[in-house]
């Protein structure tokens, strides 16, 4: 009897032990330098094409700035503005667009507008790979959110078919 019981508790530990464990080190994707430079050169050349001076920015998936472009008459505020877009994007996990939009005032989520370092304004958006996210980009200059989202939508479709590595 003794001995049946010692193995059935062993059994139900070891079943246990995987669901309890957790991996010492994580593995993640993330955007090479040359693929985050690639995104905001099609970006900026999207946004040049339809006659606007932007800022890009590309960051990793923590927010951390990879790449950062200035179109010549670009205004000074708009690489502080595009980096904030690709931060808030990442860090978030979801474009600055959505996220204006359940952050009016008044609304649950209102106070993340008031959080440093955000920048809730459409034009950032999230980069994915394999369902992963692997970095934001954001840009800044064009006449409206929009016209920025669109650069930046333009930017990420110029290198989608690398994304899948």
Same mark, same amino acid.
């Given at each position: ?51 606007? !001076? ?6 990793? *998936? ?41 952050? !009016? ?16 304004? @459409? @034009? @950032? ?5 394999? $369902?992963?996210?692997? $970095? ?7 006449? $409206? @959110? ?6 930046? *939508?333009? $930017? ?10």
């Amino acid at each position: 009897m003794f001995a049946r019981t010692l193995l059935a508790a062993t059994v139900l530990l070891m079943l246990a032990h995987p669901a309890m464990a957790q991996e010492p080190l994580a593995t993640y994707k993330s955007l090479s330098p040359e693929l985050a430079l690639d995104l905001a050169r099609a970006a900026l050349g999207d946004c040049r094409s339809r006659g606007y !001076q932007v800022a890009v920015a590309v960051v990793d *998936r923590f927010g951390g700035t990879q790449v950062i472009l200035r179109d010549r008459f670009a205004g000074a505020h708009t690489v502080s503005t595009a980096s904030g877009k690709a931060w808030t994007a990442a860090t978030f996990r979801t474009s600055t667009t959505e996220l204006n939009a359940v952050s !009016q005032p008044g609304m649950m989520q209102a106070g993340i507008r008031n959080l440093p370092g955000t920048v809730i304004i @459409g @034009g @950032g958006l999230i980069v994915e790979a394999g $369902g992963s996210l692997v $970095g934001a980009v954001g840009v800044s200059g064009a006449p $409206g @959110g929009d016209a920025d989202e669109a650069c930046a *939508r333009a $930017g990420i479709d110029a290198i989608r078919d690398k994304l899948e590595f």
